[in-house]
């Protein structure tokens, strides 16, 4: 093929391999529209049928609301209007190349699995913000229904649904807001509450919305709830019952490729199918062309997700991953499984360096080069672990630690150190995942919008000791659902064009020096765990809130002296 061997580029560590991309031969074909809703962004990209590049895209920044440490919330309703927006701009697009939005076939939708809308059936209003992924305010209900458990054991359903009991899922936001939002318990009472994961919220507005819009999810972002069976592929009562979530509120669970429906919101895109639905993550290893059972990708972004493709196997791990639904692709035939490790900070733990320390200006522009103004860390170690650890730990009591520092240290020295936080949490994951496959990952196929750094994919390659395979492009999620959207329509055949890889990253370190570094980071990683148990977490929901707001301030502050003193009386007795 075409490979062409590119050499050290000036860099004596860096080696890597570099396949041309394909040239694009003028030729019209149907198009593909695809919808992607991250966590920070969303994207309306067009893909021609059999091409892996994009024809256009175009993007909008989200609005992230904290209204508490450790709460992450988004608008519904700003989904919903950027989605409009970027399909309206990628359109214009379109129609500069020669073609016009009737070119484009069917829908595919990709997008941030776990974040928790719930609305209204008859009006469709959201009942409250959607609860994002990261967010962490379920610390106290996982510690309720921890408690209706035998040794409160967190793995104790894991066999049914491939999950632990973490804020991290659906479930436990769902309850949440049951648990704390009148107007959430009034639509219930009233048979008028409907849930969804952001895939479910999307569909059904554009399919109507209260005028019959399709009330479904696919099963790669159902099987993120907690809520379903991964043998059934349904809604499994026990879970449900457990959690007290009533079945009529939650979305039918369809396959990952098929005409679901069709467009009827009054947009530019009204009458279009929609065919295909994916979680993002499961969406890159599509993009990926992991197909094969064996096959995994990493895909760094805010977060850094790792998933194996198990085949038509369910396994299940003993060692701290997840076992998740990679897709379906049909109604009849079987469902395709995955191990996945989720890491719930890597590309975030930048932009912290940004906002919060104000150590860069621009993310994309200046870690590389900040980072690679020293040859080392210095031995400091960062744990950005913000919202507890996910995989394989999953922690919720740890927070994030710099340790290591002494009078050398340097922003530089702090910047690289974040950088291989993402690679030693990788090698977590990697670790955890040979043991529950038995057979040692021998490459890794990665994309992500933070696999444009260099250095980062020399450190992961150097941290792992196996070649890392860099994508052509860093986003395979709009590819991934793209295939399976262009599937379903019959506009992308089974022998579709697929992404290829552009980079090779080979290691260039020894074991010896790969496995101190590591034992250093586990020791680091320690230091982090039960940092939040002693904190007492004062958790302010609406309800509290406004009752607070309505308490005079003199009155609240009497109140809170009075309570301080009585508290330490207690403690002295
Ligand atoms: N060159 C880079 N080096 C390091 N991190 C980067 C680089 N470019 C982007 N990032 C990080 O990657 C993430 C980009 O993620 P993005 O693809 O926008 O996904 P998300 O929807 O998860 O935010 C951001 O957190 C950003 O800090
Ligand atoms: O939009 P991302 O990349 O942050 O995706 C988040 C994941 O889907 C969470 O599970």
Not at 20 to 41: C, E
Not at 190 to 214: A, M
Not at 381 to 400: H, I
Not at 429 to 454: F, Q, W
Request: charged residues 20%; aromatic residues 8%; glycine residues 8%.
């Amino acid at each position: 093929s075409d490979v062409k061997h590119i050499g050290d580029n000036g860099n004596q560590r860096k080696i890597f391999l570099r396949t041309t991309m394909p040239v694009r031969d003028g030729a019209k074909r149907p198009l593909v529209g695809v919808i992607d809703d991250g966590t920070k962004t969303v994207r309306f990209v067009i893909y021609e049928a059999e091409r892996s590049d994009e024809l256009v895209s175009y993007q909008m920044d989200k609005t992230e609301v904290q209204p508490q440490e450790g709460w992450s919330e988004q608008d519904p309703l700003e989904i919903m209007h950027h989605i409009k927006l970027c399909a309206e701009n990628a359109i214009d697009q379109l129609v500069e190349l020669g073609y016009t939005k009737d070119d484009i076939v069917t829908l595919g939708i990709t997008n941030q699995r776990e974040t928790t809308i719930a609305w209204d059936k008859y009006t469709g209003e959201p009942l409250h913000a959607a609860i994002a992924w990261n967010d962490i305010r379920t610390d106290s209900t996982v510690d309720a229904i921890l408690a209706k458990i035998p040794d409160r054991n967190k793995n104790y359903f894991k066999n049914i649904c491939g999950l632990p009991i973490s804020p991290y899922f659906s479930a436990l936001k769902m309850r949440w807001l049951k648990d704390n939002v009148k107007a959430i318990r009034r639509a219930s009472r009233d048979k008028r509450l409907l849930f969804g994961t952001v895939d479910t919220w999307i569909v059904w507005n554009l399919t109507g919305g209260p005028q019959g819009g399709l009330h479904i999810t696919d099963v790669s972002n159902a099987s993120r709830t907690l809520l379903m069976n991964l043998e059934t592929l349904n809604w499994d009562p026990i879970l449900c019952r457990l959690f007290g979530i009533h079945r009529d509120t939650l979305p039918q669970i369809r396959s990952s490729s098929e005409i679901y429906g069709t467009v009827k919101d009054g947009s530019l895109l009204d009458g279009i199918r929609i065919s295909g639905i994916l979680g993002n993550q499961q969406a890159a290893l599509v993009g990926q062309n992991c197909m094969q059972a064996g096959q995994a990708k990493n895909t760094y972004r805010s977060g850094c997700f790792l998933l194996y493709n198990t085949g038509t196997r369910r396994v299940k791990s003993t060692h701290g991953l997840i076992t998740t639904v990679a897709y379906k692709l049909g109604p009849d035939v079987p469902a395709v499984y995955a191990l996945e490790g989720s890491i719930a900070v890597a590309g975030g733990a930048m932009k912290f360096l940004r906002d919060n320390l104000r150590l860069m200006q621009d993310v994309a522009a200046d870690t590389e080069h900040i980072a690679a103004q020293v040859f080392s860390t210095g031995d400091v170690y960062f744990v950005p672990a913000f919202s507890g650890l996910y995989a394989p730990y999953w922690r919720k009591d740890a927070r994030g630690i710099i340790c290591g520092l002494t009078a050398f240290t340097t922003k530089n020295h702090i910047i690289r150190a974040a950088l291989e936080a993402v690679c030693f949490q990788t090698r977590d994951i990697l670790e955890a995942m040979n043991k529950d496959c038995g057979m040692p990952l021998s490459k890794l196929h990665v994309d992500g919008r933070m696999t444009s750094n260099d250095l980062l994919m020399q450190l992961q390659a150097d941290l792992i000791g196996i070649p890392v395979l860099r994508a052509q492009a860093w986003d395979m999620s709009t590819l991934g659902v793209a295939l399976v959207a262009g599937g379903a329509a019959g506009v992308w055949g089974a022998e579709a064009a697929r992404a290829t890889h552009s980079d090779t990253f080979l290691p260039t370190t020894t074991d010896d020096d790969r496995d101190a570094r590591y034992t250093k980071w586990k020791m680091a990683v320690q230091r982090s765990l039960g940092w939040a148990t002693n904190k007492k977490s004062f958790t302010m929901t609406e309800e509290r809130y406004k009752l607070l707001a309505s308490i005079p301030a003199t009155l609240y502050l009497i109140g809170s002296f009075t309570m301080l003193v009585v508290s330490k009386m207690l403690n002295n007795s």
